[in-house]
């Protein structure tokens, strides 16, 4: 008679889900992310995996439920495995990226006409929009863009992961996420207001300001050293905006 | 009065001086103008193909946003964008198997059965304003000022839509009236600017555009008001080409309706973008004294 070790008998059974991988029926623990359950059937990833934090867009999926005509989506390492799911990995669509020069352009909306014509055949079908599995609203951006207003576009997609599902299910054929980045290229350089109290402070750096501080500094033994940084006046965290420092020398 | 106004893509960038001039009058008149805070190109042209609704999602995508806005009535500037969004809807309206076809295709949005009121502002002011209360804010009258209506074909056609009767239409007429201008009828108001054949037949589209001007002139015309980006670009922008190319083509100065109406309510000439208009457009302010500088 054989003696069942005690701790088998009580491990919490994990529960296995069927799910399709490409068609192919696959029994995987219910608990994990579509990433894991892939490479758990068997898989290797050798491209399209990425950062698995849900930040660069390499893991694109589409799936289906059952009974549900929906199209759903999500990030393969943040989305956890439903059963019955059917899936398919995307980690890259074809989307063209116009060449430009980016010291060449100006931020006027005449410019993103020129350099992506293509935005006009936008319909509102609003597909881009469903299909984010960043919750962009990618049909918004495009509004904005097609009425020059590129501030509003970049301010729209920023959360945008440039996955490229959005020009997977486009009936005008459109580069949106590659659109979206010569807004937020163009807001960032031309349109956004300069930080005016950055560039003098650099000027004051360059002009030498600090550097007797500096020298000071690099002349402290270790001691004196951390002490002196020890006793830092610190910026409180609840400061409002029109904290100073006690020692305003260096402002 | 609040109104959900929706101002159209080209009225953002180079037709921004209808809208700026615009807005300014609503607000001499107590209209305040809440522009949707989300919407999408209206489409600009109303698809004729009768099974082509894939271009109605847009306009009626608009549409739902004013009502999310909470309102059940939405003003226009754009000629081109009011006649699309109010076919739209009238299609929404009338038309059930397209209106569930639609519906059923936007399944992220709430059912929309054609509820929402379509208006251009000129309707707007004939009917829910007034040409009264609009006189009472008219501090500087067009006197003299021999303008001609031009309507254009999208805001009398089709009957549906129609602002005003097809065939001999009043609202600009009273409209300019009430500005103190010298309204010029002439038979060339209500033909069309040649629109979008402009790209596929420029040289079609610059002489009815041209035959309209001097249909203007002969008719003793000295400015034309419209109320269309489109129609301004054919006859506003191509002049030059015009005033090359056919022999006896007169310079026109062409202004926004709500140009002319900012300067009458003596509204700071800024609002009016006039850098965006022809040259002598300012010039023939100035000869009667009703811009300055």
Same mark, same amino acid.
């Given at each position: 008679?054989?003696?069942?070790?005690?701790?088998?008998?009580?491990?919490?059974?994990?529960?296995?889900?069927?799910?399709?991988?490409?068609?192919?029926?696959?029994?995987?623990p219910?608990?994990?992310?579509?990433?894991?359950?892939?490479?758990?059937?068997?898989?290797?990833?050798?491209?399209?995996?990425?950062?698995?934090?849900?930040?660069?867009?390499?893991?694109s999926?589409?799936?289906?439920?059952?009974?549900?005509?929906?199209? @759903?989506?999500g990030?393969?390492?943040?989305?956890?495995?439903?059963?019955?799911?059917?899936?398919?990995?995307?980690?890259?669509?074809?989307?063209?990226r116009?060449?430009?020069?980016?010291?060449?352009?100006?931020?006027?909306?005449?410019?993103?006409?020129? *350099?992506?014509?293509?935005?006009?055949?936008?319909?509102?079908?609003?597909?881009c929009?469903?299909?984010?599995?960043?919750?962009?609203?990618?049909?918004? @951006?495009?509004?904005?863009?097609?009425?020059?207003?590129i501030q509003?576009?970049?301010?729209?997609?920023?959360?945008?992961?440039?996955?490229?599902?959005c020009?997977?299910?486009?009936?005008?054929?459109?580069p949106?996420?590659?659109?979206?980045?010569? =807004?937020?290229r163009?807001?960032?350089a031309?349109?956004?207001?300069?930080?005016?109290?950055?560039q003098?402070?650099?000027?004051?750096?360059?002009a030498?300001?600090?550097?007797?501080?500096?020298?000071?500094?690099?002349?402290?033994?270790?001691?004196?050293?951390?002490?002196t940084y020890?006793s830092?006046e610190?910026?409180?965290?609840s400061?409002?905006?029109?904290?100073?420092?006690?020692?305003k020398s260096?402002l | 009065?609040?109104?959900?106004? @929706?101002?159209?893509?080209?009225?953002?960038?180079?037709?921004?001086?209808?809208?700026?001039?615009a807005?300014?009058?609503?607000?001499q008149?107590?209209?305040?103008?809440?522009?949707?805070?989300r919407?999408?190109?209206?489409?600009?042209?109303?698809?004729?193909?009768?099974?082509?609704?894939?271009?109605?999602?847009?306009?009626?995508?608009?549409?739902?946003?004013?009502?999310?806005?909470?309102?059940?009535?939405?003003?226009?500037?754009? #000629?081109?964008?009011?006649?699309?969004l109010?076919?739209?809807?009238?299609?929404?309206?009338?038309?059930?198997?397209?209106?569930?076809?639609?519906?059923?295709?936007?399944?992220?949005?709430?059912?929309?059965?054609?509820?929402?009121?379509?208006?251009?502002?000129?309707?707007?002011?004939?009917?829910?304003?007034?040409?009264?209360k609009?006189?009472?804010?008219?501090?500087?009258?067009? #006197?003299?000022?021999?303008?001609?209506p031009?309507?254009?074909?999208t805001?009398?056609?089709?009957?549906?839509?129609a602002?005003?009767?097809?065939?001999?239409p009043?609202?600009?007429?009273?409209? *300019?009236?009430?500005?103190?201008?010298?309204?010029v009828?002439f038979?060339?108001?209500?033909?069309?600017?040649?629109?979008?054949?402009?790209?596929?037949?420029?040289?079609?589209?610059?002489?009815v555009?041209?035959?309209?001007?001097?249909?203007a002139?002969?008719?003793?015309a000295?400015?034309?008001?419209l109320?269309?980006?489109?129609c301004?670009?054919?006859?506003?922008?191509?002049?030059d080409?015009?005033?090359?190319k056919?022999?006896?083509a007169?310079?026109?100065?062409i202004?926004?309706?709500?140009?002319?109406? =900012?300067?009458?309510?003596?509204?700071?000439v800024?609002?009016?973008?006039f850098?965006?208009?022809?040259? #002598?457009s300012?010039?023939l302010?100035?000869?009667?004294? *009703?811009?300055?500088?």
């Amino acid at each position: 008679m054989s003696i069942v070790p005690q701790e088998e008998t009580t491990a919490t059974e994990t529960k296995m889900v069927p799910i399709y991988i490409m068609g192919k029926r696959y029994e995987v623990p219910a608990t994990l992310t579509i990433m894991k359950a892939i490479e758990y059937a068997g898989y290797k990833y050798i491209r399209g995996c990425g950062c698995r934090g849900g930040v660069c867009g390499a893991c694109s999926t589409v799936y289906r439920k059952p009974g549900d005509y929906k199209i @759903y989506t999500g990030l393969a390492c943040q989305t956890v495995v439903e059963p019955e799911m059917y899936l398919t990995q995307m980690p890259f669509y074809p989307a063209n990226r116009t060449t430009y020069d980016f010291g060449e352009l100006t931020g006027t909306p005449d410019e993103i006409n020129r *350099l992506y014509p293509e935005l006009f055949r936008c319909v509102a079908c609003n597909a881009c929009t469903k299909v984010c599995p960043m919750d962009v609203q990618v049909m918004d @951006y495009i509004a904005a863009l097609k009425r020059g207003d590129i501030q509003a576009a970049a301010e729209i997609s920023f959360d945008c992961i440039q996955c490229g599902l959005c020009a997977s299910r486009c009936m005008g054929e459109l580069p949106q996420y590659h659109i979206a980045q010569l =807004a937020r290229r163009l807001n960032g350089a031309y349109l956004t207001p300069k930080a005016e109290h950055l560039q003098t402070m650099c000027a004051n750096i360059d002009a030498g300001r600090y550097d007797p501080g500096l020298a000071e500094l690099k002349g402290m033994d270790l001691e004196t050293l951390r002490n002196t940084y020890q006793s830092r006046e610190m910026e409180p965290a609840s400061a409002g905006e029109d904290w100073t420092p006690q020692d305003k020398s260096h402002l | 009065m609040k109104i959900a106004y @929706y101002p159209g893509c080209t009225l953002k960038t180079k037709g921004k001086s209808l809208e700026t001039s615009a807005l300014a009058c609503m607000g001499q008149l107590g209209i305040e103008a809440e522009e949707l805070e989300r919407w999408n190109c209206c489409g600009a042209v109303y698809s004729l193909a009768d099974d082509d609704l894939i271009h109605i999602v847009a306009p009626v995508r608009d549409l739902i946003r004013v009502k999310q806005a909470g309102h059940d009535k939405v003003i226009t500037l754009c #000629s081109m964008c009011y006649n699309t969004l109010a076919r739209a809807n009238e299609l929404m309206r009338h038309d059930e198997e397209k209106r569930k076809t639609i519906n059923d295709f936007m399944d992220e949005e709430p059912d929309y059965t054609g509820d929402v009121q379509v208006l251009h502002f000129l309707d707007f002011l004939r009917d829910e304003i007034g040409w009264d209360k609009v006189k009472e804010k008219v501090t500087k009258p067009l #006197s003299g000022m021999k303008v001609a209506p031009y309507y254009g074909c999208t805001l009398l056609r089709p009957k549906e839509v129609a602002i005003d009767r097809a065939d001999q239409p009043e609202v600009m007429h009273s409209f *300019l009236e009430t500005l103190g201008a010298e309204v010029v009828d002439f038979p060339g108001a209500i033909q069309c600017c040649g629109t979008y054949q402009v790209l596929g037949n420029p040289d079609a589209a610059l002489k009815v555009s041209h035959d309209i001007l001097s249909d203007a002139t002969s008719h003793g015309a000295e400015a034309l008001a419209l109320t269309c980006p489109l129609c301004d670009y054919n006859m506003s922008k191509r002049q030059d080409q015009m005033l090359q190319k056919y022999e006896g083509a007169r310079e026109v100065p062409i202004y926004y309706f709500t140009q002319l109406m =900012a300067i009458a309510m003596g509204i700071p000439v800024e609002e009016c973008h006039f850098e965006l208009n022809r040259e #002598s457009s300012v010039q023939l302010l100035k000869s009667k004294n *009703l811009v300055t500088g």
